[in-house]
């Protein structure tokens, strides 16, 4: 079955750090690229970051460029999200997804929920 | 990276069908077909209905079909099912950024 884990949420104060896992299974992980999409409570989805397949290029939304970083570790099928210097607005759902190609995302995890707050 | 312009909600009685446009530039939707839409019931994750601005998943009901005019995306569900409630989102490339979504529409069965 084609899976995506993800773990790592949680509650952290204002300016602090987070790292995101995204565990892949069921499918060849290091052939495809991968996304972190997040929804704020009572929002809409926002895309949040892209790595290709290799890892060698990656792509930040303007909101967390400088702050976020996404990496990948394709021997371990898994997928990472390094977030620091968090905000009250970075609060969300965090969803990986998987890109089968034409930039769309056909899997999904279940989420990890980040809450910045004091 | 401004949003995809999408209307907040949308109806329509069993059996009917609708349409939910989605809005963009000639630096996103307008530019290139890969226009994708998702469904998203409360609480769940999204499910891809259709990528590529007209072409459907496996296992995705027919009813659901994509389409595109100038810098407007479009989806349509036919034969409206009581489970088709739920929240449908428009995603294409842009050039400004990998990937942008629309704010979201709200679809009611009546």
């Known amino acids: 079955e084609v899976q995506l884990l993800e773990s790592g949420g949680g509650l952290v104060q204002p300016g602090g750090s987070l790292r995101l896992s995204c565990a892949a299974s069921g499918f060849t992980y290091s052939t495809y690229a991968m996304d972190w999409v997040r929804q704020a409570p009572g929002k809409g989805l926002e895309w949040v970051s892209s790595?290709?397949?290799?890892?060698?290029?990656?792509y930040y939304s303007d909101s967390v460029k400088g702050r976020f970083t996404i990496s990948r570790d394709n021997s371990e099928n898994t997928l990472y999200l390094q977030m620091s210097s968090l905000r009250a607005e970075d609060t969300a759902v965090y969803y990986c997804?998987?890109?089968?190609?034409?930039?769309?995302?056909?899997?999904w995890g279940q989420g990890t929920t980040v809450i910045v707050s004091s | 990276q401004s949003a995809l312009t999408q209307p907040p909600s949308a109806s329509g009685s069993p059996g009917q069908s609708v349409t939910i446009s989605c809005a963009g530039t000639s630096s996103d939707v307008g530019g290139y077909n890969y226009v994708s839409w998702y469904q998203q019931h409360p609480g769940k994750a999204p499910r891809l209905m259709i990528y590529?601005?007209?072409k459907r998943p496996s296992g995705v009901p027919d009813r659901f079909s994509g389409s595109k005019s100038g810098n407007t995306a479009s989806l349509t569900v036919s034969g409206l099912q009581a489970e088709d409630e739920a929240d449908y989102y428009c995603?294409?490339?842009?050039?400004?950024?990998?990937?942008?979504f629309g704010g979201g529409t709200k679809l009611t069965v009546l």
């Open positions: 590529g601005v007209n």
């Open positions: 995603s294409s490339y842009a050039v400004s950024a990998r990937k942008v």
């Open positions: 790595i290709t397949s290799s890892g060698d290029t990656t």
């Open positions: 997804a998987k890109d089968p190609g034409f930039y769309s995302m056909d899997v």
